[in-house]
């Protein structure tokens, strides 16, 4: 089983802060994605990656996916109380199908 | 929109019993998954299926089986439930490939 290491675990950032979160992991993933929960909710996609280097931009949230496919990091930009949740980061296998989660990072923005 | 719908949002057995979590989803979807979320831990696979009366074994099977009988619906059982498996379960569906997982609200199971 590959192993997705996702730090950090907890952050909690005033209003207007920037942010990173980061995912590490010794194995190669096909793509990465991003997903965000919300208590009593399941994790909602946010973004996936597929190829080495790319960089993906959701509003104020950038997404990279590492050059050899093996990490990838959150950039929240000015962050917003409704940025609040749980982001949980998720490789692909290069075989199969399967999803392999991060711990996640709950991340609470004080106004 | 995916709609992945999971019977019970709130659920309270005893030690001993068998249990059954239901999922069912909307989109058709070939590939469905059973989840259990930790704090601390991430989510991690209990069992998937492919298809129809297809399963596979996930990372942390022990204690748990499946069932998919139809397409929609995919069942995780407890034999016989245990107070380990106090947890949130998310069940999530996807068409195939590379496409993204969408998952239910969770079910909140404690045993007692």
């Known amino acids: 089983t590959q192993l997705l290491e996702q730090s950090p675990q907890f952050l909690s950032i005033q209003e207007g802060e920037n942010l990173t979160v980061y995912c590490n992991s010794s194995s190669v993933f096909s793509s990465l994605q991003w997903y965000r929960q919300e208590p009593g909710e399941g994790p909602v996609l946010l973004v996936t990656v597929v190829t080495g280097g790319e960089v993906k931009k959701l509003k104020r949230l950038t997404f990279q996916f590492g050059d050899a496919r093996k990490d990838s990091s959150l950039h929240i930009t000015a962050a917003q109380p409704g940025d609040t949740g749980l982001y949980l980061c998720a490789g692909k296998e290069t075989s199969g199908s399967r999803l392999t989660f991060g711990e996640g990072t709950q991340l609470t923005v004080n106004p | 929109d995916v709609k992945v719908t999971q019977s019970s949002r709130y659920l309270v057995k005893r030690t001993g019993e068998k249990v059954f979590l239901e999922c069912v989803q909307d989109?058709?979807?070939?590939?469905m998954f059973w989840y259990r979320q930790d704090p601390g831990l991430g989510l991690r696979l209990i069992y998937f299926?492919?298809?129809?009366?297809?399963?596979e074994k996930g990372d942390i099977p022990e204690g748990y089986s499946v069932s998919r009988e139809k397409k929609e619906r995919f069942s995780l059982i407890l034999e016989s439930a245990s107070t380990n498996q106090t947890s949130m379960y998310l069940c999530?569906?996807?068409?195939?490939?590379?496409?993204?997982?969408?998952f239910g609200d969770g079910t909140r199971l404690s045993i007692l």
């Open positions: 989109m058709d979807h070939e590939n």
């Open positions: 299926s492919y298809d129809v009366k297809m399963k």
């Open positions: 999530a569906s996807r068409r195939g490939g590379q496409q993204p997982q969408h």
